[in-house]
């Protein structure tokens, strides 16, 4: 046979794996998935998409200290503390979002993310002065002892 020529005869028949998969493919691809989920449901299903991702700490740690909320018609808000975690969250999107609407059998589901405003992670308390300044906004009487007890940081 020629170069870019093929035989008809061989052709003509799939081969016999691709008619299993044919078979076995599903006819119906159109949304019809609509089972009703719970928040602990929802919650389940992120924890298990974190196991997918083991072996990638950051977005692990990331997907299991979130508390994703069930919002009204279908909508999954995941909270986020910044953008580094955003971008993380867009490379997985797809595959999150599938995982979800395959482990809540919903095929309606839409994933959206929101930046936390009130972000106490920016305000970590490191150093022994920022401690005490922070206590002392609590409580003015810390003052008065500092100085009562002549304290200083060293």
């Known amino acids: 046979m020629k170069k870019g020529q093929q035989n008809p005869q061989v052709r003509e028949q799939p081969l016999e794996e691709e008619q299993e998969e044919q078979e076995q493919a599903p006819t119906d691809t159109g ?15 992120l924890k298990s998409l974190a196991e997918r991702y083991r ?15 069930k919002k009204e018609e279908g909508v999954i808000l995941i909270p986020l503390e910044n953008h580094l975690q955003e971008q993380q969250i867009s490379k997985i999107y797809n595959t999150a979002l599938i995982h979800l609407k395959n482990s809540l059998q919903n095929d309606y589901i839409s994933l959206k993310t929101e930046l936390l405003k009130d972000q106490t992670s920016n305000n970590k308390l490191y150093t022994d002065e920022d401690k005490y300044k922070h206590m002392e906004q609590k409580n003015q009487n810390l003052r008065q002892l500092r100085q009562d007890f002549d304290l200083d940081f060293d």
């Open 31 to 45: 949304k019809d998935r609509a089972k009703d989920f719970s928040q602990e449901q929802v919650e389940e299903a």
């Open 55 to 69: 072996e990638k700490p950051r977005i692990y740690n990331m997907l299991r200290s979130r508390k994703p909320e």
